[in-house]
């Protein structure tokens, strides 16, 4: 499961919502009512499964009618089939406690590269990443006045991942350890996961970037942090100091590992 949370200046903007983001998000101590804008990378349920919940919830706790999303489609439909679904819990709670419904909120949809969204605090482009066979699925950037933080979401690695993040502060990138992988994907199968060791891992190999790969992206994007997130496998088998290790070997600014509730 994966999501981010970038804060400035009393405003937030989410990236993703896998599942327990909305917990997640309240113990981070930020108000609902700074969330601007909430961003999907692409519809995989890891990303996208909590939208709807973060919404009901975040609306209970401050979240604002203004709030809008942005996404590839059908983000659109999916967000209104998530209101038909709510709306006898948020019509309750409206009545409950006397106030105004969540509704329909605001929805952008990404249907290719280029400016995606721009407030007076910051302004996010996209650039469209390999997730076999989820397409369009995207890269976020982040340009803020003092800097910028690229998302590469899930991707094989891309060029096109380096050029948005060129000179930015921080990348946050997906990142596999494939040795790792291999051991979990066999263990799962043989536990009885559907298909075959082969199967599962042609799709790890088209859908997701190697740690010393994502090293290599950092380094031709000249950024100054890279930090690996969304890790496969997600069974904290693999040390922080290895993960550093392999993005090391083609980028030598500074590696965080991303964790849950991590401030950077």
């Known amino acids: 499961m994966t999501s981010h949370a970038i804060v400035h200046d009393g405003a937030a903007y989410v990236l993703d919502c896998g599942l327990s983001v909305t917990r997640q998000f309240a113990r981070t101590g930020v108000p609902f009512s700074q969330v601007r804008s909430i961003f999907i990378t692409h519809h995989h349920p890891d990303h996208n499964i909590e939208l709807g919940p973060f919404l009901v919830l975040g609306w209970i706790h401050g979240l604002q009618q203004s709030v809008q999303a942005y996404g590839p489609p059908p983000l659109g439909q999916m967000t209104r089939d998530l209101f038909a679904a709510h709306k006898p819990t948020i019509d309750f709670w409206a009545e409950d406690f006397q106030r105004k419904p969540l509704e329909m909120i605001e929805v952008h949809e990404v249907t290719g590269a280029g400016v995606v969204m721009k407030d007076p605090v910051v302004t996010v482009r ?139």
């Open 126 to 264: 996209a650039v469209q990443v390999q997730h076999p066979p989820i397409v369009p699925s995207f890269a976020y950037r982040f340009d803020f006045a003092d800097r910028s933080i690229a998302f590469s979401g899930d991707t094989v690695p891309l060029a096109a991942v380096a050029d948005l993040a060129k000179g930015a502060d921080v990348l946050v990138h997906e990142a596999m350890d494939v040795a790792a992988t291999q051991n979990f994907v066999r263990r799962l199968v043989a536990t009885g996961f559907p298909g075959t060791y082969d199967v599962a891992m042609k799709h790890m190999y088209a859908v997701h970037s190697p740690t010393e790969e994502v090293g290599r992206i950092a380094a031709e994007a000249g950024v100054k942090t890279l930090v690996l997130s969304h890790l496969v496998p997600g069974t904290g088998e693999v040390s922080d100091a290895d993960w550093r290790e392999a993005a090391a070997k083609h980028f030598k600014g500074e590696i965080i590992v991303g964790r849950d509730l991590m401030v950077i």
